[in-house]
Every structure is written in structure tokens, then in C-alpha cells.
């Protein structure tokens, strides 16, 4: 019965309430553990009920690839689960995007500046479009970040910080907010802006990809939507009404 987190902390993220599970794909190049078929990484958590799922990782190439269209399929048969993928770290060029951020059905997530430069795109975020011409990435958040880092002794328990680049800082931001989303949704917030038992709901992934793409803010000097942006930076405020 006791209220968590009532004295907030810089350190404590996006969602600190959350439960994560972890799953260890490799280090850096070396991604020995993304099985050949991506039904069984999403399964694994799936099952246990994960809804939102991040992923830091993806190969060369704008085009639609076997793991593209395995996200596609896994979200058409689970119309619950949000996959989020970043988008990668080859731009400004154009149809730098990284597959399976490619997938249809996927948050591809770019990034931006930070800070009073968040308004700008990061320069180094992947660019769409895909190689079938589809707009990429969907929405873009700030790819500089300061995030946890343990100390590599797993009998510490020890943790301290880490300031670092890229879209893989940015798409666990994006799902981080997404879980936010997804709770105000399911504790019945919608549409009076205050929480209510009966106007709660399980929403879709259609759902939580139509509110995150319309809480987005265009960055001026973009096309919007377009390439570089997609539909613009994740401010949640714009959607989620107290």
C-alpha cells in the first residue's frame, strides 16, 4: 500500500515503477544470442507479460528482411505487443535506416539532440527511407543520454552512470515512455484525464503506435513527416491529458 517514488531522483529513468526483464543477445558486433527466427526472443517475454519491447541491435541494409517481416507477423498475431527498434547510427545520408527497424509494424526510433538542442536532429541518426520507399524512422527522441552502468563484477551489485550516444540510447528512452503510455491507458486516464476503473483498457499495438506518432512534435528544417524525423520527437504531454 505504500506509495513508491514519491521523492524523485534524477537516476531513476523513464518509468521507474516498471519490471524489466533482460535478455543477453551478445556484446557490441558479436550477436550470438538473436535466435534465426525472432519468435522465440519475443516469445520468451511475451509469455511472461512483457508488452513493450526494446531492442538496441539491427544489421546493414534499408531493405524488408527476414527479421523485418518476422516482427510484422509476430505483431499481426500478438495485436498487444509494441517492439521498438533502433533506428541506427549511419546518417545524415539518406536510407541509412537498419533493418529490422525497416519492419512495418515496429517503433523505429531516430534521435535527436539533447537538452536545449533537442529540437535538432542528432547528426550521426539513420535516415529513411526504407528500400521499398516507406518513411523511416517513426518518431525520434534525444540520443545523448546519461543511463545506469554496473561496474562488470556481478558480485558488487554496484551501479553507477554512464553518458553515452547513439539511437541505441534513444529507443530504450522511446520505450520507456511507451510503458507510460501503455499504463495510462490500462489504469483508465482516457479520456477524462483522471483515473477510472471502467474507462481502463489493454490498448493495441495500433493503438500505442497511432498516440505515439500523434504526440510527435515537428523539429523545424525537416520534412514532416519525412526521413529524418519521421512524425517528429515523443512528447507524451501532447496525448496524455491530466
Not at 34 to 39: F, Q, R, V, W
Amino acid at each position: 500500500d505504500k506509495e513508491p517514488y514519491l521523492t524523485p531522483d534524477v537516476g531513476d529513468g523513464m518509468a521507474p515503477a516498471a519490471k524489466l526483464i533482460f535478455q543477453d543477445v551478445g556484446y557490441q558486433t558479436e550477436l550470438y544470442g538473436i535466435p534465426s527466427n525472432l519468435e522465440t526472443l519475443f516469445d520468451e517475454v511475451y509469455n511472461q507479460d512483457v508488452r513493450i519491447h526494446s531492442n538496441s541491435w539491427g544489421g546493414a541494409g534499408n531493405d524488408y528482411s527476414s527479421h523485418s517481416r518476422q516482427c510484422d507477423e509476430y505483431v499481426w498475431d500478438h495485436k498487444d505487443m509494441v517492439i521498438c527498434f533502433a533506428q541506427g547510427n549511419d546518417g545524415p545520408g539518406v536510407a541509412t535506416v537498419h533493418e529490422p527497424a525497416t519492419a512495418k509494424n515496429v517503433i523505429s526510433v531516430g534521435g535527436t539532440e539533447n537538452g536545449e538542442y533537442a529540437h535538432k536532429m542528432w547528426g550521426s541518426s539513420s535516415r529513411g527511407p526504407t528500400s521499398d520507399d516507406r518513411i523511416k524512422p517513426t518518431i525520434v527522441i534525444p540520443a545523448i543520454i546519461t543511463s545506469a552502468r554496473g561496474d562488470r563484477d556481478i558480485t558488487t551489485f554496484n551501479c553507477g552512470v554512464v553518458t553515452n550516444q547513439g539511437t541505441s540510447m534513444a529507443c530504450p528512452t522511446a520505450a520507456g515512455l511507451s510503458t507510460l503510455l501503455r499504463q495510462y491507458f490500462v489504469d483508465g486516464w482516457y479520456p477524462t484525464g483522471r483515473p477510472s476503473v471502467r474507462d481502463g483498457f489493454l490498448p493495441t499495438t495500433a493503438t500505442m503506435m497511432a498516440a505515439l506518432m500523434t504526440c510527435g512534435e515537428a523539429l523545424a528544417g525537416y520534412d514532416y513527416p519525412g526521413n529524418d524525423q519521421g512524425w517528429g520527437r515523443i512528447l507524451l504531454d501532447n496525448v496524455m491529458h491530466f
